[in-house]
C-alpha cells in the first residue's frame, strides 16, 4: 500500500507565498510521474503541476510564471512552490503521484489540503 501525505496548506493574503509538500510512503520501487491538482467549489479538478522523473515539468497556462513544482527523489517528496497568490487560487490541493508497485504502475492520491488566498 502506498499512502501521500500533503501538507503546506492554509490562508494566506494575496500576493503571498505557501510551499506545498506531498511526502510518499509505504511498499513501492519507485515514483513516476508527480503532479498536483486543485479543485475549487464548484468546479472541476484542474491540473496544476506535474512533473517527470527526469524533471521535465508542465504547468496551466493560470500558473505559470508563479507556480514551480521540484520533487527530491531521495526523499520520495513532491513539492509545490506558489507565489504571487491570487483568490483565484483558492482550492483544495491534491498530489497525485504514478507509482511502480510490485503489479506494475498506479496512481495514487494524497487527501487533499485548503489553500485560500484572500483579497
Known amino acids: 500500500q502506498v499512502q501521500l501525505v500533503e501538507s503546506g496548506g492554509g490562508l494566506v493574503q494575496a500576493g503571498g507565498s505557501l510551499r506545498l509538500s506531498c511526502a510518499a510512503s509505504?511498499?513501492?520501487?519507485?515514483?513516476?510521474?508527480m503532479a498536483w491538482f486543485r479543485q475549487a467549489p464548484g468546479k472541476q479538478r484542474e491540473l496544476v503541476a506535474a512533473?517527470?522523473?527526469?524533471?521535465?515539468?508542465n504547468y496551466a497556462d493560470s500558473v505559470k510564471g508563479r507556480f514551480a513544482i521540484s520533487r527530491d527523489n531521495a526523499k520520495n517528496t513532491g513539492y509545490l512552490q506558489m507565489n504571487s497568490l491570487k483568490p483565484e487560487d483558492t482550492a483544495v490541493y491534491y498530489c497525485?503521484?504514478?507509482?511502480?508497485?510490485?503489479?506494475?504502475?498506479?496512481?495514487?492520491w494524497g487527501q487533499g489540503t485548503q489553500v485560500t488566498v484572500s483579497s
Open positions: 497525485k503521484a504514478r507509482v511502480e508497485v510490485r503489479s506494475g504502475l498506479r496512481d495514487y
Open positions: 509505504g511498499s513501492f520501487y519507485s515514483i513516476d510521474t
Open positions: 512533473i517527470t522523473t527526469g524533471a521535465i515539468t
